[in-house]
């Protein structure tokens, strides 16, 4: 089935060490997003992408960058990772076209930060 | 900017009656999408249902359905004859298109209410 994957599901850094977590879609979307949810609130963007074209928020914390190296993958990099960054980390895609698409999200990444 | 308020932290419903999960959003857009999503315990983000602003017509799946009220800016969701598996924590989720006529946009979601349906 078309979907989107991220690995790992769990993730452990230590304060300031850097973590690279990954994204995936076979839907061949055009449009990746990276969200940040921390417990029971809601999802925060972080930033996004259409085809290669970055957008970042205002107030996504220089800490965290994003690479895309193609339609397929996405990551995100926390340079130095603050116990505050510990999170789940939502990837999605949507295809950007016309109509009413919605996102479909992966799985998440849970991070933990000692 | 747009905000989604959703002012009911938690809810709960005995399996098989109704419950309905209130939301309201905040925009000056005419023209906009608007969601509900379902986050169970631990697992993935799923679409419940959508609705675009210019339709009129009530959004309907199965057993969810919405009450959309332009003027008003309230986004109710409806889950009729609710099942142990509906418990979830239900996000609303508004979108204004970044190009017209697409679907290209940003998701700004509400707090969140976590729904536990009781046998």
């Known amino acids: 089935d078309a979907m989107v994957i991220q690995n790992p599901r769990y993730q452990v850094t230590q304060f300031g060490k850097p973590v690279t977590l990954s994204c995936s879609q076979t839907?061949?979307?055009?449009?990746m997003y990276w969200y940040q949810q921390k417990s029971s609130q809601a999802p925060k963007l972080l930033f996004h992408?259409?085809?290669?074209?970055?957008?970042n928020e205002a107030d996504t914390p220089d800490n965290f960058q994003s690479r895309r190296p193609n339609t397929s993958f996405c990551f995100l990099d926390i340079r130095s990772p603050g116990l505050g960054d510990a999170a789940m980390y939502l990837c999605?895609?949507?295809?950007?076209?016309?109509?009413?698409?919605?996102?479909?999200f992966g799985n998440g990444t849970r991070l933990t930060v000692t | 900017a747009q905000t989604v308020t959703q002012s009911q932290p938690e809810m709960s419903v005995q399996e098989a009656e109704t419950v309905t999960l209130s939301c309201t959003y905040d925009?000056?857009?005419?023209?906009?999408?608007l969601f509900w999503y379902k986050q169970p315990p631990s697992r993935q983000m799923i679409l419940v249902i959508r609705q675009e602003a210019y339709k009129q017509q009530n959004a309907t799946e199965n057993r969810f359905s919405v009450n959309f009220q332009k003027a008003a800016k309230s986004f109710s969701l409806k889950i009729s004859d609710s099942q142990l598996g509906d418990t979830a924590m239900y996000f609303c989720a508004f979108m204004k298109p970044l190009a017209g006529g697409t679907s290209y946009g940003k998701l700004t979601f509400g707090q969140g209410t976590i729904l536990t349906v009781h046998p």
């Open positions: 925009t000056s857009e005419n023209n906009y999408y």
């Open positions: 992408y259409y085809d290669k074209d970055f957008n």
């Open positions: 999605a895609t949507s295809t950007g076209g016309t109509g009413n698409s919605p996102l479909h």
């Open positions: 839907l061949n979307h055009n449009v």
